[in-house]
């Protein structure tokens, strides 16, 4: 990938955002303008605040996934840190509402990681 990949994925994560939205999982936006915002959002806040979180919990992973040896709680602080910008960028950007507050959080943002690294790995070619 180049670096402006990014470019590129940025309106395919807001379509994977429209997708997601009409799914029942209480995840709205009032438009692609609004799925486009969040799509930066989540980009924006992922890059900023992914090692702050992951410093955050880090003793807690650490502790429960044996420093890493148990690869299913490794992957269930990934999705938690996602969870948490994706409920982050609900609460900036005008048009894109969590229905269900934290479920649906939740929800979105497990669709959002599937389901972008599965379109995105189609559009580009590799995960």
């Known amino acids: 990938m180049t670096g402006f990949d ?13 997708l997601i939205a009409s799914l ?13 915002l969040s799509a930066g959002a989540i980009a924006l806040l992922g890059s900023l605040l992914t ?5 955050l919990f880090l003793l807690p992973w650490a502790v429960t996934s044996l ?9 269930l602080f990934n999705w938690l840190i996602t969870a948490i910008l ?11 509402r ?5 479920f649906s959080a939740i929800l979105g943002s497990l669709a959002y990681s ?9 559009v580009f070619g590799a995960i």
């Open 114 to 122: 599937i389901i972008s690294m599965v379109v995105l790995s189609l």
């Open 24 to 36: 029942p999982l209480g995840v709205e936006f009032e438009g692609f303008g609004a799925a486009l």
């Open 51 to 55: 090692l702050p979180l992951k410093a």
């Open 6 to 18: 990014w470019l590129l994925q940025w309106p395919i994560r807001a379509l994977v955002l429209l």
């Open 86 to 96: 994706f409920g982050l960028a609900a609460g900036f950007v005008d048009g894109f």
């Open 67 to 75: 420093g890493g040896l148990i690869q299913p709680i490794s992957l």
């Open 98 to 102: 969590l229905k269900n507050g934290l």
